[in-house]
């Protein structure tokens, strides 16, 4: 498959061709600030080689005292610029708390975690806040919401960010719906469309928060083999095409072949 058409369903798309996804979320001047540019590595890489995720020796727990259980344990690993990486593991591993973890949900307690060069460890919430508004999240429960239609879902996640005209969010959820295969679904229901579809509206609101990274817990897993491969296709094309990361949990065995990298976790550790 090209990289320069996004998979399934292309004929749906609209004439443009966006090669940027932080262009395609939000025009350049109403971006979130990406905060303070980080110093240039010894090595001479550039900040944009700069892993998406770093961390060292992270570790958390749920709960204090007598209650208090240990979740994660001594986490090391970096995910690079662009890269697709596959985090699997048993029921209970620990993938979703690290993922809220990454994505500044929850706040690392023990070891060093940089997100988009980042330091989430010791942050204050509104660094916390600040991340998140840099990365893209998908969940397994898409979390549409059922009253609104799919154009809607998309436009709402504009309330995030008010400096961007009307007029530009209307462009731009038609956009978004276009790029991941929805333009003749724009004002159906969450539950007039299938299961697929209403990842991809996911997918899409997800992109409207210009995301530097990627975060999908599980998307797949309600979905049928074929429609599963088909989000899964969508979003290696938009990380091959923007250069965004991807962290993704899955179970799914079907997919794994998408991935750069695949991360195993088991009982809070992660497998060599
Ligand atoms: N809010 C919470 N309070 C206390 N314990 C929690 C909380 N959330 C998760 N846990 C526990 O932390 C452990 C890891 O949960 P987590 O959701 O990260 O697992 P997972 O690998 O994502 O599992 P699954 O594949 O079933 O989604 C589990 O034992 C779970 O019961
Ligand atoms: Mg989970």
Request: charged share 20%; net charge negative; with cysteine.
């Amino acid at each position: 498959m090209s990289s320069d058409s996004p998979p399934n369903p292309p004929s749906s798309r609209s004439g443009s061709n966006p090669r940027d996804l932080r262009e395609v979320a939000l025009p350049a001047g109403n971006r979130a600030s990406p905060g303070p540019e980080p110093a240039a590595p010894p090595t001479g890489r550039t900040a944009t080689s700069l892993p998406a995720i770093v961390a060292r020796n992270v570790a958390f727990a749920f709960g204090t005292g007598e209650l208090r259980r240990q979740i994660l344990f001594d986490l090391s690993f970096e995910v690079a610029s662009g890269e697709i990486v596959l985090l699997t593991g048993p029921s209970g591993s620990g993938k979703t708390t690290l993922l809220t973890l990454i994505g500044g949900l929850r706040r690392v307690e023990s070891g060093e975690l940089t997100v988009l060069s980042r330091p989430l460890h010791h942050a204050l919430p509104a660094d916390l806040v600040a991340s998140r508004r840099e990365i893209g999240f998908i969940f397994q429960q898409h979390n549409l919401l059922e009253f609104l239609t799919a154009w809607q879902n998309v436009e709402l996640m504009f309330q995030l960010h008010p400096e961007v005209s009307a007029d530009q969010v209307r462009d731009r959820t038609l956009e978004l719906l276009t790029l991941v295969g929805l333009a003749e679904r724009l004002h159906h229901h969450p539950s007039q469309l299938s299961g697929g579809q209403r990842q991809r509206v996911a997918i899409a609101r997800a992109l409207v928060t210009s995301p530097r990274l990627i975060l999908a817990d599980e998307p797949t897993a309600a979905l049928d083999s074929q429609t599963g491969r088909d989000v899964v296709e969508l979003l290696q094309w938009l990380a091959r095409t923007n250069g965004c990361p991807i962290l993704m949990v899955t179970h799914d065995h079907r997919v794994l072949d998408v991935a750069d990298r695949i991360l195993h976790i088991e009982d809070g550790r992660l497998q060599a």
